[in-house]
């Protein structure tokens, strides 16, 4: 049996990766994936947490001749030939790239006695995707949509997990809790990411990209405006759990996704003042939204508005998520209900209530009226 191998710390495995982990394939009957083990490097996941990546990866791709093995104290070149392959593969992007591979393929072979190298050059669009690359991207506004067009699927919903884990601590205060505090948060982190809640394969829009999209809105907004630090908690707490519940309302007498939200924050019992939070979800609902008076209601709002500001391709893609969440309505009942619901909002946009916090408004107002008119436009002509 012909094997080849493919080697690097993979974290996070990138679509690149996978493209020339596939040309292996394509070459060979069976491909291993040498994973190194490199605590030098600080990986920001675990040797066998990214093996779990990889094999998440290529069983997405319905690929199942490939192997993960995690080399600890050895040369890859050399347990490569451990495992009986005796040629490693490498994708080369630029004159830069081929140049320190072929000294590591001459060491290899020469010094080693290991596993000889072949090359192969990615396409265009995957020529400048490397890990570095995609951990650059981690941080501004919409990072997390950029990423996802350049590593697979588990990866990104690995990355996405770390990150909002991040954000989940901090919030909490983890450094300054005792082992029973932090279990009690640990159980809630795992409920509203897990498949109840944002986590939720039924979840197209609600998920966790609208999580991290509205948690990066709210930490730019505290940066540019300065407020105080236990009001951007509470905004924070309202927002991680305003559709925590979803779905509801189908039944006379059910308790609305706001409501039934808001309930579920206060029986978390994670703060200890908790009513704030509480009025600003149920402040989400369109319904109870004018009675409720809330001096951070327009912030919270503001940043659930946010996505009708982005840019084409991001809203174009929310566009769709929305179609799919309310996929049981026929298409022209959809038109309706959905073409009724953007003219409001437009008609709120062009009064400059839209957002009614002056620093989103200025950041998104212009924007959301031309997304909102296109994807009328686009309704109209279906």
Known sequence: MRKIGFSGTLDPITNGHMWVMNEARSLADEVVVFLSENPAKKPKFSAE?????IALSCAEQGWDNVQVVIVKGDYTARAAKKQGVHCLIRGIRTTADFDYENLIQQTNVDVLQGAKTIFVMPPRDLGSVSSSF????????????????????????????????????????????????????????????????????ARHYHNLDHLVHGLCEIRVWAANTGPDPADVDIVKQAFWFHDAEYGHGGDPGALTNEEASAQLWLGSHLGQEMGDAAELIRATDHFQEASINHRLKDTLLSVDLAILGQDDEVYQNYARAIRQEYIHLPDAEYRRQRGGALAHLCRKADAGQLFGNAYFADQYNERAIDNMQREMERLAAA
């Open 49 to 53: 947490e990214r093996k779990n990546i």
């Open 134 to 201: 995609v951990k650059a991207l981690e941080g501004p506004i919409g990072w997390n949509w950029i990423m996802k067009k350049f590593v697979p699927g588990p990866a990104y919903h690995a990355w996405v997990l770390s990150w909002l884990r991040k954000e989940w601590e901090t919030l909490w205060d983890y450094a300054h809790r005792d082992a029973t505090a932090i279990a009690h948060a640990d159980q809630w982190f795992a409920q509203l990411t897990g498949a109840t809640a944002y986590g939720g394969p």
